[in-house]
């Protein structure tokens, strides 16, 4: 296989940023479709600034920079009124967010294996609102019961979700009766 | 404030929910911003079920995003995960093709059928590969390399071809794909997965038996044989075309295509089929609590239970197998255990008639050693032992001596099938299909077992030598012919690991079964 030429170089390095690109952008602007806006508009500002700076030695680090200027860009034009934007709370969440990059791809493969262990009623929630992005309001409606008991269920099932993946990545998987 | 006031599970959960469905009254945001002001350990709450929330939207939603409809009118690096773990690279891909393909072939509006192609012209970009070993292939293998219409041999390992009109393919070795056209590719043996966006609706994959014509959507194609192939829809609808035979599918419906002519070509069409199980148990979940099985199960000495990974693959297989680990609790004077054998007890589950059993399961040696204890039942449909055992027979099914066997009580006499040899330390696909045949004579009916090491088959089918027990509803059990303990049947404990086991008050067919067992690619 041929050497990748800066070029591809580049094109991996940034594909294989996008998800843990994309989770620290949201941490940050919450919304999924602003935070894929913002991924955009950060993929543009990397893909020219690559040209100019062939040879980044912390891609990642370097990604993350630049998102979160952008995230701050973005937040400044759209957020003025939200108390979540605020300057110094977004200072330390960016700060925090992306100490939490470090464990990303480790947890990113535990939540695999742990939604292979939810309820059968558990997964098809996760799947209309995640896979058929329904709103938890439309999929209480479906359900007849109330907005917000479902959202508490959503809740639940994220929390479970954390717990198995710290579970997970604090033990040791068995074998298999070997 | 001095002391950040701890919030409680359910209002952090009303607050969550109002982020994240951007619900958050104005007074709700500030009372959360302060406290995420002030409570380092809230913030880690906070960061920890927003980035869940975007690793699962992230991962699970694929097909509306990628099929979303942005406008793409100039080489934008406009990012998006496709479906299959690697799609990755299709943005790479787009990428690629912006900047070193002239962009035409995908930021025209052009529609695909347009574009005229020379023979030697390039129809595709191979823009991903995984560990791939390549055959002899009449296009090049190099990552990033264009391709005209020519063969791809992957012998293993997996790769990404990109088609000119935006159809992404992955394939998983051993494959042999073959580039026909800038929509179109021929599949002649192997597993793919093909991702099609609106712009390349139309895209056809064309096997020995049957062509499916793509209509936006997301679906996989395993070609088993020149007479055989199966076809699954994840999204969206396909036409499949087989001789004579048209058929849309939609999402969730899964076609075995079999036979070479159209006088011998049948569609056995598996529409939901897992889900059309009487009882299905994966034994996936797992909570702090312990085993959750399902009522009306009953767990019988969940103390030798407990949860293994199971290998990934099929439609049923998935996350945890449950293991059991039966105990010689007692070794008696003539060298007899006395055994607890752990268990599922399902009152009232047991059948008679036409029915299917299928399970995948790991081996891992007999609970008790002595030899004529030799033998570890899987499940026990209403047989002798079993609470309420019917008058009308049962059979059990497991490993007795080394192999995989049948064994059926009726009032008639009882049967033994031909056993299929087994070895400890593996993983099995089982089924035992039962047909009665719909009608009250006993002559005609059969018993089919199938044993599926990874890689190769072994069939034994039986005309049933005594009919299938037509009446039976007491207990069925799961992990031994007796649960509890106890130094008779209760040694015969099946010491091992069981990924799924499902069951269906029918017959299903050999290729149904194909499809249930198959890992996705």
Same mark, same amino acid.
């Given at each position: 296989m041929n050497e990748p030429t800066p070029n591809e170089q580049f094109v991996r390095q940034l594909t294989e940023c996008q998800q843990n690109l994309y989770a620290y952008i949201l941490s940050l602007v919450q919304d999924v479709d602003r935070a894929q806006d913002v991924l955009q508009e950060t993929n543009l500002v990397l893909w020219r600034k690559a040209a100019e700076?062939?040879?980044?030695?912390n891609f990642l680090a370097w990604a993350i920079q630049v998102s979160r200027y952008q995230v701050m860009a973005h937040l400044r034009d759209r957020g003025r009124d939200r108390h979540l934007y605020q300057p110094a709370l977004l200072e330390l969440l960016a700060n925090d967010a992306a100490d939490r990059l470090e464990g990303i791809d480790d947890r990113r493969r535990a939540l695999q294996k742990c939604l292979g262990k939810l309820t059968q009623s558990q997964r098809e929630l996760i799947h209309r609102r995640?896979?058929?992005?329904?709103?938890v309001q439309d999929i209480a409606e479906g359900m007849r019961r109330p907005a917000g008991a479902v959202a508490q269920k959503f809740y639940r099932i994220r929390k479970s979700l954390l717990t198995c993946i710290e579970r997970t990545l604090g033990s040791n998987s068995g074998t298999a009766d070997a | 404030m001095n002391r950040p006031a701890r919030h409680s599970d359910d209002a952090l959960a009303d607050l969550m929910a109002g982020v994240l469905d951007g619900s958050l009254s104005d007074a709700d945001e500030k009372a959360l911003a302060d406290q995420l002001m002030q409570s380092p350990e809230l913030r880690q709450q906070y960061l920890a079920h927003l980035e869940l929330h975007g690793m699962l939207r992230w991962s699970l939603l694929r097909d509306t995003r990628a099929l979303s409809?942005? =406008?793409?009118?100039? =080489?934008?690096?406009t990012l998006w995960r496709l479906p299959g773990?690697?799609?990755v690279w299709y943005a790479a891909a787009l990428l690629l093709l912006a900047v070193t393909i002239a962009a035409a072939l995908l930021m025209?509006?052009?529609?695909?059928?347009a574009i005229h192609h020379q023979?030697?012209?390039?129809?595709?970009?191979?823009?991903n590969t995984d560990h791939a070993s390549w055959g002899d292939?009449?296009?090049?293998?190099?990552?990033g390399s264009e391709l005209s219409r020519g063969t791809l041999n992957l012998r293993s390992g997996s790769a990404q071809v990109m088609f000119s009109s935006g159809a992404v393919v992955d394939i998983i070795g051993p494959c042999t794909l073959h580039m026909v056209g800038p929509n179109e590719a021929r599949l002649d043996h192997g597993r793919l997965a093909a991702y099609v966006p609106q712009q390349a609706r139309g895209f056809t994959v064309n096997a020995a038996n049957v062509s499916v014509v793509d209509l936006g959507t997301r679906f996989y194609m395993l070609a088993h044989s020149a007479s055989l192939t199966t076809v699954g829809v994840d999204t969206g609808h396909v036409q499949l075309v087989a001789g004579d035979i048209r058929r849309t599918l939609a999402a969730g419906d899964i076609v075995a295509v079999s036979g070479e002519s159209d006088s011998d070509r049948t569609l056995d069409v598996a529409l939901g089929l897992a889900n059309s199980a009487r009882l299905l148990w994966n034994f996936d979940t797992y909570e702090a609590t312990g085993l959750d099985i399902a009522a009306p199960a009953q767990l019988v000495r969940n103390d030798l239970l407990g949860f293994a990974p199971a290998p990934a693959g099929g439609q049923?297989?998935?996350?945890n197998a449950l293991r059991f680990a039966p105990e010689v609790v007692e070794r008696q004077d003539d060298g007899a255990g006395i055994v607890a054998c752990a268990g599922l007890l399902i009152p009232q589950a047991a059948r008679g008639g036409s029915q299917t059993l299928l399970t995948r399961f790991f081996w891992a040696g007999y609970?008790?050693?002595?030899p004529e204890a030799k033998m570890g039942w899987?499940?026990?449909?209403?047989?002798?032992?079993?609470?309420? +055992? +019917?008058?009308g027979g049962g059979w059990l099914l497991g490993i007795r001596h080394d192999a995989l066997s049948l064994h059926m009580t009726t009032p008639a006499g009882s049967f033994d099938s031909e056993r299929l040899t087994l070895t400890p330390g593996r993983w099995y696909d089982v089924a035992a299909v039962f047909d009665?045949?719909?009608?009250?004579?006993?002559?005609n009916d059969t018993i089919t077992l199938y044993l599926r090491p990874a890689g190769q088959q072994q069939l034994a089918s039986h005309t049933? =030598?005594?009919?299938?027990?037509?009446e039976a509803n007491p207990s069925l059990m799961i992990g031994?012919?007796?649960?509890?303990?106890?130094?008779?049947?209760?040694?015969?404990a099946f010491r091992g690991s069981i990924d799924y086991i499902a069951l269906w008050d029918r017959a299903l067919t050999e290729s149904q079964l194909q499809s249930l067992i198959d890992a996705r690619p």
């Amino acid at each position: 296989m041929n050497e990748p030429t800066p070029n591809e170089q580049f094109v991996r390095q940034l594909t294989e940023c996008q998800q843990n690109l994309y989770a620290y952008i949201l941490s940050l602007v919450q919304d999924v479709d602003r935070a894929q806006d913002v991924l955009q508009e950060t993929n543009l500002v990397l893909w020219r600034k690559a040209a100019e700076e062939p040879l980044i030695e912390n891609f990642l680090a370097w990604a993350i920079q630049v998102s979160r200027y952008q995230v701050m860009a973005h937040l400044r034009d759209r957020g003025r009124d939200r108390h979540l934007y605020q300057p110094a709370l977004l200072e330390l969440l960016a700060n925090d967010a992306a100490d939490r990059l470090e464990g990303i791809d480790d947890r990113r493969r535990a939540l695999q294996k742990c939604l292979g262990k939810l309820t059968q009623s558990q997964r098809e929630l996760i799947h209309r609102r995640y896979a058929r992005n329904e709103k938890v309001q439309d999929i209480a409606e479906g359900m007849r019961r109330p907005a917000g008991a479902v959202a508490q269920k959503f809740y639940r099932i994220r929390k479970s979700l954390l717990t198995c993946i710290e579970r997970t990545l604090g033990s040791n998987s068995g074998t298999a009766d070997a | 404030m001095n002391r950040p006031a701890r919030h409680s599970d359910d209002a952090l959960a009303d607050l969550m929910a109002g982020v994240l469905d951007g619900s958050l009254s104005d007074a709700d945001e500030k009372a959360l911003a302060d406290q995420l002001m002030q409570s380092p350990e809230l913030r880690q709450q906070y960061l920890a079920h927003l980035e869940l929330h975007g690793m699962l939207r992230w991962s699970l939603l694929r097909d509306t995003r990628a099929l979303s409809t942005r =406008p793409t009118t100039a =080489p934008t690096p406009t990012l998006w995960r496709l479906p299959g773990s690697r799609s990755v690279w299709y943005a790479a891909a787009l990428l690629l093709l912006a900047v070193t393909i002239a962009a035409a072939l995908l930021m025209t509006s052009r529609p695909p059928s347009a574009i005229h192609h020379q023979p030697s012209q390039p129809v595709a970009l191979l823009s991903n590969t995984d560990h791939a070993s390549w055959g002899d292939s009449t296009v090049p293998t190099a990552l990033g390399s264009e391709l005209s219409r020519g063969t791809l041999n992957l012998r293993s390992g997996s790769a990404q071809v990109m088609f000119s009109s935006g159809a992404v393919v992955d394939i998983i070795g051993p494959c042999t794909l073959h580039m026909v056209g800038p929509n179109e590719a021929r599949l002649d043996h192997g597993r793919l997965a093909a991702y099609v966006p609106q712009q390349a609706r139309g895209f056809t994959v064309n096997a020995a038996n049957v062509s499916v014509v793509d209509l936006g959507t997301r679906f996989y194609m395993l070609a088993h044989s020149a007479s055989l192939t199966t076809v699954g829809v994840d999204t969206g609808h396909v036409q499949l075309v087989a001789g004579d035979i048209r058929r849309t599918l939609a999402a969730g419906d899964i076609v075995a295509v079999s036979g070479e002519s159209d006088s011998d070509r049948t569609l056995d069409v598996a529409l939901g089929l897992a889900n059309s199980a009487r009882l299905l148990w994966n034994f996936d979940t797992y909570e702090a609590t312990g085993l959750d099985i399902a009522a009306p199960a009953q767990l019988v000495r969940n103390d030798l239970l407990g949860f293994a990974p199971a290998p990934a693959g099929g439609q049923l297989a998935d996350g945890n197998a449950l293991r059991f680990a039966p105990e010689v609790v007692e070794r008696q004077d003539d060298g007899a255990g006395i055994v607890a054998c752990a268990g599922l007890l399902i009152p009232q589950a047991a059948r008679g008639g036409s029915q299917t059993l299928l399970t995948r399961f790991f081996w891992a040696g007999y609970a008790d050693d002595n030899p004529e204890a030799k033998m570890g039942w899987i499940i026990n449909n209403g047989l002798r032992g079993a609470p309420g +055992a +019917a008058a009308g027979g049962g059979w059990l099914l497991g490993i007795r001596h080394d192999a995989l066997s049948l064994h059926m009580t009726t009032p008639a006499g009882s049967f033994d099938s031909e056993r299929l040899t087994l070895t400890p330390g593996r993983w099995y696909d089982v089924a035992a299909v039962f047909d009665d045949r719909g009608d009250a004579d006993p002559a005609n009916d059969t018993i089919t077992l199938y044993l599926r090491p990874a890689g190769q088959q072994q069939l034994a089918s039986h005309t049933a =030598p005594r009919p299938v027990p037509a009446e039976a509803n007491p207990s069925l059990m799961i992990g031994g012919e007796s649960l509890g303990v106890g130094d008779k049947n209760h040694r015969k404990a099946f010491r091992g690991s069981i990924d799924y086991i499902a069951l269906w008050d029918r017959a299903l067919t050999e290729s149904q079964l194909q499809s249930l067992i198959d890992a996705r690619p």
